[in-house]
Every structure is written in structure tokens, then in C-alpha cells.
């Protein structure tokens, strides 16, 4: 959690484009409240995570709260892996959504080479706390590469073969929790969305965008999470973690 006060005050907060940095949500808001630190996810890092045919030796980061994971939601497509959520793409209206999204936080790999944004994003999907049926779980949203395009009205960088991407993504997220991770091929795929109170005064262009369509659950289904649910240990051994 961080008050929205703290996160406009910070020097990477200094960088978001006025629709996001003065959008009333922070006025309204005292607090920005991410789910993910209370069911075992927080901020994360590790290195030498996957290595791409591309580029080689990538470390995987997990964020979606506190500054880090505020700024990371925000400049997603600022850092190298392109899509309509560039701040120069009309789209790019939902990622305050994202940002302020209890249930949305972001997994990528990177290189660690420094862009005008910050650390480089080569390949990184959003990671959304979803209900299917009765239960949560973990859903990982199309994953977006780093390609040649530098046009942000062109679409041509989600990943051509993503079952690798995904895979490395779940392994991380299914060594952290004990809870079912899906991703848009899973089967026999229905889930929702929780919705977050903080939407009632928002348009529809300003929620979070699901890249696969997703729509939303009952509003007291993530009224009740935020209160209730709790980390489940993963049965599987978390791999070894370091810190930059």
C-alpha cells in the first residue's frame, strides 16, 4: 500500500503524462491498495531467469505495488515492449486504470540496460487476481515482446510463440502461491474479473483494459478479497531469490 500523496511526490511519478498524474482517482483516494503482497506476491526480483534467443540472459521482476510497481504498470509499454497502452496510443486512457487496479500487477523480463523510463522491459504480461467459479486465481494476460517496432500504432509486438513466455511466467507465480495460474490458453477458460469501487466515478476508457476480453465480477467479490483473502503456500519450493 502507499498513499497516493507519496506516489505523486515521487521523482518517477515526476514522468507520467498529465492524464494519469492529475486524474481525480488520487484526489478521491487516500490510499492505493494492491492485493498481491497479502497473498505472497510482493515486488520481486530474480536473476538470470530465462535466457532468450534474442537477448540473451534475462532477469524476471514481479511489481504491482508501491512506487516501483505503480511506475511499472504505468510506463509498460515505455520500455521497450510496445503496445496500444504507449502513452502516445488513444488506449493508453486505461492504464489508470491499471495503476489503481487492486487486482492488476505486471511480470516482465528484462535485460537491465536503463531507457528514458527506467530498467528495459522485454517481455512482460499483466498479472490480474481473477474469480473462477467461487475461488480465486491467477491470470496472466497475453505477453508483449521488445521487437523493431518503435510506433505505438502499430501492432506487431505481442509474442508470436507465447507458450514459452507463459510458462516461465507461471513457474515463477505458481512457485509463490497455491494458487491455480491460467493464462488465455488455458481450458475451459471463464473467469472475471473482481471490480474495484474506485471505478464508479471512472468511464469505461479509463478501467483496466483485459487484453483477452475479460469482464467483471459482482463488486463485492473483491470487496470481500481485500478483506478476507490471505497468502496459500505454494506446495512447490520457491526457486532462490536475489536483489539488485
Given at each position: 500500500?502507499?498513499?497516493?500523496?507519496?506516489?505523486?511526490?515521487?521523482?518517477?511519478?515526476?514522468?507520467?503524462?498529465?492524464?494519469?498524474?492529475?486524474?481525480?482517482?488520487?484526489?478521491?483516494?487516500?490510499?492505493?491498495?494492491?492485493?498481491?503482497?497479502?497473498?505472497?506476491?510482493?515486488?520481486?526480483?530474480?536473476?538470470?531467469?530465462?535466457?532468450?534467443?534474442?537477448?540473451?540472459?534475462?532477469?524476471?521482476?514481479?511489481?504491482?505495488?508501491?512506487?516501483?510497481?505503480?511506475?511499472?504498470?504505468?510506463?509498460?509499454?515505455?520500455?521497450?515492449?510496445?503496445?496500444?497502452?504507449?502513452?502516445?496510443?488513444?488506449?493508453?486512457?486505461?492504464?489508470?486504470?491499471?495503476?489503481?487496479?487492486?487486482?492488476?500487477?505486471?511480470?516482465?523480463?528484462?535485460?537491465n540496460k536503463k531507457t528514458e523510463y527506467g530498467r528495459s522491459i522485454m517481455k512482460r504480461s499483466l498479472v490480474r487476481l481473477v474469480q473462477?467459479?467461487?475461488?480465486?486465481?491467477?491470470?496472466?494476460?497475453?505477453?508483449?515482446?521488445?521487437?523493431?517496432?518503435?510506433?505505438?500504432?502499430?501492432?506487431?509486438?505481442?509474442?508470436?510463440?507465447?507458450?514459452?513466455?507463459?510458462?516461465?511466467?507461471?513457474?515463477?507465480?505458481?512457485?509463490?502461491?497455491?494458487?491455480?495460474?491460467?493464462?488465455?490458453?488455458?481450458?475451459?477458460?471463464?473467469?472475471?474479473?473482481?471490480?474495484?469501487?474506485?471505478?464508479?466515478?471512472?468511464?469505461?476508457?479509463?478501467?483496466?483494459?483485459?487484453?483477452?476480453?475479460?469482464?467483471?465480477?459482482?463488486?463485492?467479490?473483491?470487496?470481500?478479497?481485500?478483506?478476507?483473502?490471505?497468502?496459500?503456500?505454494?506446495?512447490?519450493?520457491?526457486?532462490?531469490?536475489?536483489?539488485?
Amino acid at each position: 500500500m502507499i498513499s497516493s500523496k507519496n506516489f505523486l511526490k515521487s521523482k518517477t511519478a515526476q514522468k507520467l503524462p498529465p492524464a494519469i498524474k492529475n486524474h481525480t482517482v488520487f484526489s478521491t483516494c487516500t490510499n492505493l491498495v494492491k492485493i498481491f503482497p497479502q497473498i505472497g506476491l510482493p515486488n520481486d526480483y530474480v536473476r538470470n531467469a530465462y535466457i532468450d534467443p534474442a537477448f540473451g540472459k534475462l532477469d524476471l521482476v514481479f511489481s504491482s505495488d508501491g512506487v516501483r510497481g505503480l511506475w511499472d504498470l504505468a510506463s509498460m509499454s515505455m520500455r521497450g515492449a510496445l503496445s496500444c497502452m504507449h502513452w502516445n496510443n488513444s488506449h493508453s486512457t486505461h492504464l489508470i486504470g491499471s495503476v489503481i487496479d487492486p487486482f492488476c500487477g505486471i511480470i516482465y523480463l528484462t535485460d537491465n540496460k536503463k531507457t528514458e523510463y527506467g530498467r528495459s522491459i522485454m517481455k512482460r504480461s499483466l498479472v490480474r487476481l481473477v474469480q473462477k467459479g467461487d475461488s480465486p486465481c491467477l491470470f496472466i494476460e497475453r505477453p508483449y515482446t521488445k521487437t523493431d517496432n518503435t510506433d505505438p500504432q502499430v501492432y506487431n509486438n505481442k509474442c508470436v510463440n507465447p507458450g514459452e513466455i507463459v510458462d516461465v511466467f507461471k513457474k515463477y507465480l505458481s512457485s509463490k502461491v497455491g494458487l491455480e495460474v491460467r493464462s488465455p490458453w488455458s481450458p475451459y477458460l471463464r473467469l472475471q474479473m473482481p471490480y474495484s469501487s474506485l471505478f464508479d466515478s471512472m468511464p469505461s476508457a479509463e478501467q483496466s483494459l483485459s487484453d483477452f476480453g475479460l469482464g467483471y465480477a459482482h463488486r463485492t467479490v473483491g470487496e470481500t478479497w481485500l478483506k478476507e483473502l490471505r497468502h496459500t503456500p505454494s506446495p512447490e519450493a520457491s526457486r532462490p531469490l536475489t536483489t539488485p
